[in-house]
């Protein structure tokens, strides 16, 4: 491990890498506007989506760098806006576990889950981890849309360049819970959902936006729910 992977370090040595071709562009958006605006459709796009990212995660590393300071800057900026230091920490779409990883380092008092739909996502994030995190820190594959948790068991809820699902964000949020959504490349990012949509449905079921920022391309939306 180098220095700039150690635990709770920002991660460095990224590759400079440009915004997905248009057409992967515009069918991730019309994805995340999907599942935002009609989540009853997710069941139909829930295996070959599986399909995908099972095929995409030997060479997910090497594609997008997760641990570089562009990929994971908005999850970074986000997490200096949490309001109370987080005991239980969600992380969704975790991939290869980077966001994770550096979840657990920078709340060391946290327990800290990574959830993704794709179970070769899961291996590679699960033969990661570090020793250190072991008790603290696992990953399991998991349907962002149908959650394996109780109603209210999270303080912390991270997403990063992955589709929103509102309603199972709010109902394993508890009170005094942030969600973060983060995406690397703000608009570009091929899940990215517009902050206005996001701000109507989070607000609509009593949550409010306490900040929605941009670091360099990237952007990050986090939600409170009162105590």
């Known amino acids: ?28 958006k019309g994805l995340s506007a999907l599942i935002v605006r009609v989540p009853a459709m997710w069941p139909l796009l829930r295996r070959p989506s599986r399909r995908f990212w ?4 030997q060479e997910w590393d090497h ?5 570089s300071p562009d990929h994971l800057a908005p999850l970074l900026a986000a997490c200096e806006r949490v309001e109370r230091s987080p005991r239980r920490i969600l992380e969704i779409g975790t991939g290869t576990g980077a966001g994770a990883i550096w979840l657990a380092g920078r709340f060391p008092q946290a ?19 570090p020793s250190e995190l072991d008790q603290r820190l696992r990953f399991i594959v998991a349907d962002a849309n149908d959650l394996p948790f109780e109603n209210r068991e999270f303080d912390l809820i991270t997403q990063l360049n992955v589709p929103v699902y509102v309603d199972e964000l709010t109902r394993v949020a508890g009170a005094g819970c942030s969600i973060i959504v ?32 941009q670091v360099g391309k990237s952007t990050f939306l986090v939600v409170h729910r009162p105590e």
């Open 182 to 213: 983060a995406s690397s490349l703000g608009p570009a990012t091929p899940y990215f959902t517009p902050h206005s949509l996001l701000r109507r449905r989070f607000e609509g079921r009593g949550l409010r936006v306490v900040a929605d920022g």
């Open 63 to 67: 594609r997008i760098d997760p641990q």
């Open 111 to 129: 327990q800290v889950v990574g959830v993704d739909l794709s179970p070769a996502m899961v291996q590679a994030a699960t033969a990661k981890n």
């Open 1 to 28: 491990m180098t220095k700039s992977d150690e635990v709770g370090s920002p991660p460095g040595g990224g590759r400079a890498s440009g915004p997905p071709p248009l057409p992967v562009r515009l069918m991730g």
């Open 54 to 57: 099972n095929k995409m995660a």
